[in-house]
């Protein structure tokens, strides 16, 4: 572990340190963010006594990511949720603005101190030492996930920064300085798009050196068919991380005997896990499902209440060899990505883990094509699947036999279309698993 006397404290002690820093950091609210102080009294909570122990937190009112967008358009250019001396501001990242506008992410030099130390707990967990040779495809900006690169330097590994859409000068990096014990961090959606590259430039994925692997950014990493087919093009061991950008960087990472990522960012970020539809919480038990939502304990610039992230998950629970204690989790999708057919909720990611019982038939690679848009759709539900690399034509029948394993295990009924490998668009960053460019509004 890289931070054993953290990782492995047992979750009463755990607990009750987040409630002394949970109480701090109410306090910091109501004296330095103008939104918090208003949204609590709003609520009923007039001052930080009221609103009590974290195991109150359920109370308290959430935070949606709309209500940070339009902090923003209100007091430009950092919202009424900035808490800290804008001179105290190390760092200012960026959304991708989607919606039109991107929004902003101010951190001091102690968020920045806490992100580290957060990311360099995942990466650990997930294999990597300090000295190894770490080839990264995250920017350095203007999105959140350049903060890595502190956690990085933090862990101690040499790291080889080579951003986002250059494939060519990634392999060559991974040619000339892996030294046959290469890392990389990337998405799921790149590591499969760089093996696609390297079999159209003649070049064995194998002669990399790349060792482990660390995939994160979407859902996607623990899908056995992705990767299945990773590990065996590069004979290395791939791990998945997750973080949330308002919150931190990487705050969960999977250790070596895998079922899950541990929550790594223990001490400054409190963690719970709700109902998605009600929004109660549910316990932290062996299989329990829901959607995560984040508390800040110790931010300086951009404290955040009870922020739904809207990432799905499911729980285990069980005792992990390595020692660490606190639960694992997987993430099967976005709550918002989630498609509801003729009443039956469908995460894309369970259609990508069901296509690995037709390998070597299909490669993996699938899109969902809403005939409209929004949630509720209409069976049957269009999906492409590509064939296998080395799959020419479609084997008669595999279009319904696919289909019904979808009707039988998803309980949706689906029309599925055979494409030829290659053929979808590929992601170098984060997949579009749902293609609405064909769908009515």
């Keep these: 572990m890289f931070d054993p006397e953290v990782e492995a404290r047992s979750l009463d002690d755990q607990f009750k340190r987040d409630d002394a820093a949970f109480r701090r950091q109410i306090s910091y609210l109501f004296e330095r963010s103008p939104f918090y102080a208003r949204k609590l009294k709003e609520a009923g909570f007039e001052n930080p006594e009221s609103v009590?122990?974290?195991?109150?937190?359920?109370?308290?009112?959430?935070?949606?990511?709309?209500e940070?967008?339009?902090?923003?358009?209100?007091?430009?250019?950092?919202?009424?949720?900035?808490?800290?001396?804008p001179a105290d501001i190390m760092r200012v990242f960026s959304t991708s603005g989607t919606t039109g506008t991107p929004t902003y992410i101010a951190a001091?030099?102690?968020?920045?101190?806490?992100?580290?130390?957060?990311?360099?707990?995942?990466?650990?967990?997930?294999?990597?030492?300090?000295?190894?040779?770490?080839?990264?495809?995250?920017?350095?900006?203007?999105?959140?996930?350049?903060?890595?690169?502190?956690?990085?330097?933090?862990?101690?590994?040499?790291?080889?920064?080579?951003?986002?859409?250059?494939?060519?000068?990634?392999?060559?990096?991974?040619?000339?300085?892996?030294?046959?014990?290469?890392?990389?961090?990337?998405?799921?959606?790149?590591?499969?798009?760089?093996?696609?590259?390297c079999?159209?430039?003649?070049?064995?994925?194998?002669?990399?050196?790349?060792?482990?692997?660390?995939?994160?950014?979407?859902?996607?990493?623990?899908?056995?068919?992705?990767?299945?087919?990773?590990?065996?093009?590069?004979?290395?061991?791939?791990?998945?991380?997750?973080?949330?950008?308002?919150?931190s960087t990487s705050i969960w990472g999977e250790c070596e005997h895998g079922g899950g990522m541990h929550f790594s960012a223990r001490d400054n970020t409190f963690v719970e896990l709700v109902d998605p539809e009600t929004r109660e919480p549910i316990p932290w038990k062996d299989g329990a499902e829901g959607e995560l939502v984040y508390t800040a304990l110790e931010r300086e610039a951009m404290p955040l209440l009870r922020l739904n992230s809207r990432d799905h998950v499911v729980v285990n629970a069980e005792p992990c060899p390595c020692g660490r204690t606190s639960p694992r989790i997987r993430c099967i999708g976005r709550t918002d990505d989630m498609l509801i057919v003729r009443g039956v909720n469908l995460f894309p990611t369970a259609v990508g883990a069901l296509l690995k019982e037709f390998l070597p038939e299909v490669g993996g690679f699938f899109r969902i094509v809403p005939r409209k848009r929004g949630v509720a759709q209409s069976p049957p539900l269009p999906v492409s699947v590509e064939l296998g690399p080395d799959v020419p034509a479609a084997p008669d029948g595999l279009a319904e036999r696919i289909a019904a394993a979808i009707r039988s295990k998803l309980v949706v009924t689906t029309e599925v279309t055979l494409v030829p490998y290659g053929s979808l668009p590929r992601d170098e960053y984060k997949a579009k698993l749902v293609d609405y460019s064909q769908a009515e509004d």
């Excluded at 940070?68 to 001396?85: K, M, N, V, W, Y």
């Excluded at 990634?170 to 590259?197: C, F, K, R």
């Excluded at 996607?220 to 087919?229: K, T, V």
Aim: proline share 5%; hydrophobic share 40%.
């Design 52 to 66: 009590g122990g974290i195991d109150r937190i359920a109370e308290l009112p959430a935070t949606d990511k709309d």
């Design 68 to 85: 940070i967008r339009a902090s923003q358009q209100q007091a430009p250019p950092f919202g009424e949720h900035l808490a800290a001396d």
């Design 108 to 197: 001091t030099r102690n968020d920045i101190e806490r992100w580290a130390t957060n990311t360099a707990r995942s990466y650990y967990a997930s294999g990597f030492r300090p000295g190894q040779r770490l080839v990264v495809t995250f920017n350095a900006g203007p999105f959140v996930a350049g903060g890595a690169y502190f956690g990085f330097d933090k862990l101690g590994a040499t790291v080889i920064p080579i951003g986002l859409g250059n494939t060519e000068r990634l392999v060559s990096a991974m040619q000339n300085l892996g030294a046959g014990n290469a890392g990389l961090s990337s998405t799921p959606s790149y590591a499969l798009h760089l093996i696609d590259w």
């Design 199 to 247: 079999a159209e430039h003649g070049i064995d994925t194998k002669s990399l050196g790349l060792r482990n692997l660390s995939v994160a950014g979407e859902p996607g990493g623990a899908d056995p068919l992705i990767r299945g087919r990773v590990e065996a093009a590069f004979d290395c061991v791939m791990r998945e991380a997750m973080g949330i950008g308002d919150i």
